[in-house]
T-cell receptor, first 113, second 113 residues
Framework: GENVEQHPSTLSVQEGDSAVIKCTYS??????FPWYKQELGKGPQLIID?????GEKKDQRIAVTLNKTAKHFSLHITETQPEDSAVYFC????????????FGKGTHLIIQP | GAVVSQHPSRVICKSGTSVKIECRSL??????MFWYRQFPKKSLMLMAT?????????EQGVEKDKFLINHASLTLSTLTVTSAHPEDSSFYIC?????????FGPGTRLTVL
Protein backbone atom coordinates (compact mmCIF):
# COMPACT_ATOMS: atom_id res chain seq x y z
CA GLY A 1 0.00 0.00 0.00
CA GLU A 2 0.85 3.65 -0.02
CA ASN A 3 3.35 5.07 2.46
CA VAL A 4 3.64 8.81 3.05
CA GLU A 5 6.60 10.31 4.87
CA GLN A 6 6.42 13.87 6.16
CA HIS A 7 9.05 16.11 7.68
CA PRO A 8 9.86 17.96 9.75
CA SER A 9 7.68 16.82 12.65
CA THR A 10 8.02 20.25 14.26
CA LEU A 11 8.80 23.55 12.55
CA SER A 12 9.24 26.87 14.32
CA VAL A 13 9.51 30.05 12.27
CA GLN A 14 9.42 33.76 12.98
CA GLU A 15 6.23 35.59 12.08
CA GLY A 16 6.55 36.92 8.55
CA ASP A 17 9.03 34.26 7.44
CA SER A 18 8.23 31.38 5.11
CA ALA A 19 7.58 27.77 6.13
CA VAL A 20 8.13 24.69 3.99
CA ILE A 21 6.87 21.20 4.77
CA LYS A 22 7.89 18.24 2.62
CA CYS A 23 6.34 14.87 1.91
CA THR A 24 7.30 11.83 -0.10
CA TYR A 25 5.07 9.01 -1.24
CA SER A 26 5.74 5.48 -2.41
CA UNK A 27 2.92 4.49 -4.75
CA UNK A 28 3.47 5.85 -8.25
CA UNK A 29 -0.25 5.33 -8.93
CA UNK A 30 -1.17 8.05 -6.43
CA UNK A 31 -2.39 11.15 -8.22
CA UNK A 32 -4.15 13.30 -5.65
CA PHE A 33 -2.21 15.17 -2.94
CA PRO A 34 -4.14 17.33 -0.47
CA TRP A 35 -2.84 19.27 2.50
CA TYR A 36 -4.84 19.67 5.69
CA LYS A 37 -4.59 22.02 8.64
CA GLN A 38 -5.77 20.70 11.98
CA GLU A 39 -6.28 22.83 15.04
CA LEU A 40 -6.47 21.30 18.49
CA GLY A 41 -9.67 19.32 19.06
CA LYS A 42 -10.98 19.88 15.54
CA GLY A 43 -11.19 17.88 12.35
CA PRO A 44 -8.76 18.49 9.47
CA GLN A 45 -9.51 21.35 7.11
CA LEU A 46 -8.44 21.15 3.48
CA ILE A 47 -6.19 24.12 2.66
CA ILE A 48 -4.90 23.22 -0.78
CA ASP A 49 -4.61 20.21 -3.04
CA UNK A 50 -2.86 19.26 -6.24
CA UNK A 51 -3.40 16.60 -8.84
CA UNK A 52 -0.70 14.86 -10.77
CA UNK A 53 -1.36 16.67 -14.00
CA UNK A 54 0.08 19.91 -12.61
CA GLY A 55 3.38 20.76 -10.97
CA GLU A 56 2.40 23.74 -8.87
CA LYS A 57 -0.66 25.41 -7.44
CA LYS A 58 -0.96 28.62 -5.50
CA ASP A 59 -3.67 30.18 -3.36
CA GLN A 60 -2.69 33.51 -1.83
CA ARG A 61 0.02 32.78 0.76
CA ILE A 62 -0.11 29.03 0.26
CA ALA A 63 1.45 27.03 -2.54
CA VAL A 64 2.03 23.35 -3.24
CA THR A 65 4.59 21.85 -5.59
CA LEU A 66 4.66 18.31 -6.93
CA ASN A 67 7.52 16.35 -8.45
CA LYS A 68 6.05 13.11 -9.78
CA THR A 69 9.36 11.73 -10.92
CA ALA A 70 10.86 12.03 -7.47
CA LYS A 71 7.54 11.30 -5.77
CA HIS A 72 7.61 14.23 -3.46
CA PHE A 73 5.42 17.26 -2.85
CA SER A 74 5.79 20.30 -0.64
CA LEU A 75 3.68 22.92 1.09
CA HIS A 76 4.93 26.49 1.13
CA ILE A 77 3.44 29.15 3.38
CA THR A 78 4.73 32.70 2.91
CA GLU A 79 4.39 35.71 5.22
CA THR A 80 3.42 33.46 8.11
CA GLN A 81 1.00 34.75 10.72
CA PRO A 82 0.23 33.56 14.27
CA GLU A 83 -3.03 31.98 13.09
CA ASP A 84 -1.01 29.69 10.84
CA SER A 85 0.12 27.82 13.96
CA ALA A 86 -1.41 24.33 13.77
CA VAL A 87 -0.63 20.76 12.76
CA TYR A 88 -0.38 20.24 9.01
CA PHE A 89 -0.88 16.89 7.34
CA CYS A 90 -0.04 15.88 3.80
CA UNK A 91 -1.88 12.99 2.20
CA UNK A 92 -1.96 10.95 -0.96
CA UNK A 93 -4.50 8.81 -2.76
CA UNK A 94 -5.10 7.26 -6.13
CA UNK A 95 -7.60 9.96 -6.81
CA UNK A 96 -11.13 10.96 -6.17
CA UNK A 97 -13.47 9.69 -3.56
CA UNK A 98 -13.03 6.02 -4.19
CA UNK A 99 -9.81 5.65 -2.25
CA UNK A 100 -9.13 6.68 1.31
CA UNK A 101 -6.27 9.05 1.94
CA UNK A 102 -2.96 7.92 3.37
CA PHE A 103 -1.70 10.60 5.70
CA GLY A 104 1.74 11.73 6.69
CA LYS A 105 2.50 11.90 10.39
CA GLY A 106 1.97 15.63 10.60
CA THR A 107 4.04 18.75 11.16
CA HIS A 108 3.46 20.98 14.15
CA LEU A 109 4.02 24.48 12.82
CA ILE A 110 4.76 27.11 15.44
CA ILE A 111 4.80 30.78 14.45
CA GLN A 112 6.93 32.81 16.84
CA PRO A 113 5.71 36.41 17.31
CA GLY B 1 -16.21 22.96 1.24
CA ALA B 2 -19.04 20.80 2.46
CA VAL B 3 -20.68 21.29 5.83
CA VAL B 4 -20.18 18.12 7.89
CA SER B 5 -21.46 17.60 11.41
CA GLN B 6 -20.73 14.91 13.97
CA HIS B 7 -22.72 14.14 17.08
CA PRO B 8 -21.82 13.95 19.83
CA SER B 9 -18.66 16.07 19.81
CA ARG B 10 -17.56 14.52 23.10
CA VAL B 11 -18.69 11.42 24.93
CA ILE B 12 -17.55 9.72 28.10
CA CYS B 13 -18.80 6.21 28.76
CA LYS B 14 -18.19 3.28 31.04
CA SER B 15 -16.25 0.25 29.90
CA GLY B 16 -18.52 -2.33 28.29
CA THR B 17 -21.12 0.08 26.96
CA SER B 18 -21.79 0.92 23.31
CA VAL B 19 -21.51 4.36 21.80
CA LYS B 20 -23.02 5.59 18.54
CA ILE B 21 -21.42 8.44 16.61
CA GLU B 22 -23.46 10.13 13.93
CA CYS B 23 -22.02 11.90 10.90
CA ARG B 24 -24.12 14.12 8.67
CA SER B 25 -23.09 15.68 5.40
CA LEU B 26 -25.43 18.66 5.30
CA UNK B 27 -24.95 19.94 1.76
CA UNK B 28 -23.00 17.21 0.02
CA UNK B 29 -24.03 13.78 -1.12
CA UNK B 30 -21.37 11.36 -0.03
CA UNK B 31 -21.19 8.29 -2.19
CA UNK B 32 -18.37 7.07 0.02
CA MET B 33 -17.85 7.55 3.75
CA PHE B 34 -14.50 7.05 5.40
CA TRP B 35 -14.04 6.72 9.14
CA TYR B 36 -10.71 7.64 10.70
CA ARG B 37 -9.32 7.33 14.19
CA GLN B 38 -6.70 9.65 15.61
CA PHE B 39 -4.75 9.08 18.82
CA PRO B 40 -3.24 12.07 20.68
CA LYS B 41 -0.44 13.74 18.72
CA LYS B 42 -0.70 11.11 16.00
CA SER B 43 -1.86 11.10 12.43
CA LEU B 44 -5.24 9.95 11.14
CA MET B 45 -5.58 6.23 10.57
CA LEU B 46 -8.22 4.92 8.19
CA MET B 47 -10.55 2.46 9.90
CA ALA B 48 -13.10 1.61 7.26
CA THR B 49 -14.69 2.63 4.00
CA UNK B 50 -18.37 2.36 3.21
CA UNK B 51 -20.45 3.06 0.17
CA UNK B 52 -24.09 4.04 0.50
CA UNK B 53 -26.23 0.97 0.92
CA UNK B 54 -23.29 -1.45 1.04
CA UNK B 55 -21.34 -3.16 3.79
CA UNK B 56 -18.24 -1.39 5.00
CA UNK B 57 -14.73 -2.52 4.13
CA UNK B 58 -12.43 -2.54 7.14
CA GLU B 59 -8.71 -1.92 7.26
CA GLN B 60 -6.42 -4.59 8.56
CA GLY B 61 -6.48 -4.76 12.32
CA VAL B 62 -9.87 -3.07 12.70
CA GLU B 63 -12.54 -5.40 14.09
CA LYS B 64 -15.73 -5.19 12.07
CA ASP B 65 -17.83 -6.62 14.88
CA LYS B 66 -16.55 -3.99 17.27
CA PHE B 67 -16.86 -0.96 15.02
CA LEU B 68 -20.24 -1.16 13.30
CA ILE B 69 -20.69 1.20 10.41
CA ASN B 70 -23.98 2.08 8.77
CA HIS B 71 -24.17 4.26 5.68
CA ALA B 72 -27.89 4.35 5.18
CA SER B 73 -28.06 7.41 2.96
CA LEU B 74 -25.89 9.80 1.00
CA THR B 75 -25.97 12.27 3.89
CA LEU B 76 -25.86 10.10 7.00
CA SER B 77 -23.45 7.53 8.38
CA THR B 78 -23.06 6.12 11.88
CA LEU B 79 -20.19 4.44 13.69
CA THR B 80 -21.07 2.34 16.74
CA VAL B 81 -18.29 1.33 19.08
CA THR B 82 -19.60 -1.81 20.76
CA SER B 83 -18.50 -2.96 24.21
CA ALA B 84 -16.10 -0.05 24.46
CA HIS B 85 -12.88 -0.41 26.42
CA PRO B 86 -10.34 2.22 27.55
CA GLU B 87 -8.07 1.41 24.62
CA ASP B 88 -10.89 2.57 22.29
CA SER B 89 -10.55 6.08 23.68
CA SER B 90 -9.66 8.21 20.68
CA PHE B 91 -10.75 10.98 18.34
CA TYR B 92 -13.06 9.59 15.64
CA ILE B 93 -13.49 11.55 12.43
CA CYS B 94 -15.84 10.86 9.56
CA UNK B 95 -14.97 11.85 6.03
CA UNK B 96 -17.68 12.05 3.37
CA UNK B 97 -16.40 11.80 -0.14
CA UNK B 98 -17.63 12.18 -3.68
CA UNK B 99 -16.03 11.54 -7.02
CA UNK B 100 -13.24 14.07 -6.59
CA UNK B 101 -13.59 15.63 -3.17
CA UNK B 102 -13.12 14.46 0.38
CA UNK B 103 -14.21 16.43 3.42
CA PHE B 104 -13.85 15.88 7.15
CA GLY B 105 -16.19 16.16 10.08
CA PRO B 106 -15.23 18.05 13.25
CA GLY B 107 -14.53 14.80 15.11
CA THR B 108 -15.88 13.04 18.20
CA ARG B 109 -13.74 12.67 21.30
CA LEU B 110 -14.51 9.31 22.94
CA THR B 111 -13.27 8.62 26.44
CA VAL B 112 -13.92 5.19 27.91
CA LEU B 113 -13.49 4.91 31.67
Amino acid sequence: GENVEQHPSTLSVQEGDSAVIKCTYSDSASNYFPWYKQELGKGPQLIIDIRSNVGEKKDQRIAVTLNKTAKHFSLHITETQPEDSAVYFCAASKGGGADGLTFGKGTHLIIQP
Amino acid sequence: GAVVSQHPSRVICKSGTSVKIECRSLDFQATTMFWYRQFPKKSLMLMATSNEGSKATYEQGVEKDKFLINHASLTLSTLTVTSAHPEDSSFYICSPSGAYEQFFGPGTRLTVL
